[in-house]
């Protein structure tokens, strides 16, 4: 029953995953990802409303800890972090042109969770003002970046 579960868990968050265009990807394997381990993350922002991308903010997952944050040429990023120093929220500002994307590398120490799946909320702002959730939401029509930890 246990596995079960968790196939149709990850096959329900890799379907929102792969129709998001926001996606978070691990550098080995592009899917899945240890418990309880750090690894190399990339944020892959597309701009796919044909207007020019502003801003990407990233909210950390309860329970995952983010230790580096990979500076991207032409993005300024900042970080909002919680009272015991931990980062909460990553948000880079810069362009990114219609027709073009970018990968923001991180790296963070999943959760000693397996068999679970870490959902990133994601929020992507336009050069028209226009802010388009990546967060399960019904705004988002349930679309939410995620890794499986095996």
């Known amino acids: 029953m246990k596995k079960t579960t968790a196939a149709l868990i990850l096959l329900l968050g890799l379907a929102s995953v792969a129709q998001a265009h926001v996606t978070v990807r691990n550098f ?3 899917v899945d990802s240890m418990s309880g381990k750090s690894d190399h993350f990339r944020l892959n922002v597309p701009t796919n409303r044909g ?3 502003t ?3 990233m909210l950390v997952p309860s329970g995952v800890k983010m230790l580096f944050i990979h500076p991207m040429p032409n993005w300024r990023h900042t970080v909002t972090k919680n009272t015991d120093g931990d980062i909460e929220k990553v948000v880079y500002t810069g362009r990114m042109e ?3 994307y970018t990968a923001f590398p991180f790296i963070a120490k999943n959760p000693a969770t397996p068999d679970t799946v870490v959902k990133y909320r994601v929020y ?3 050069d028209d003002g226009v802010v388009v959730p990546f967060d399960g ?4 029509r349930g679309y939410q970046p995620a890794i499986l930890l095996k």
């Open 28 to 30: 080995a394997n592009g």
């Open 124 to 126: 992507i702002t336009y």
């Open 51 to 53: 207007k020019a991308v």
């Open 55 to 57: 801003k990407v903010e």
């Open 98 to 100: 219609a027709g073009e």
């Open 137 to 140: 939401s019904e705004a988002a």
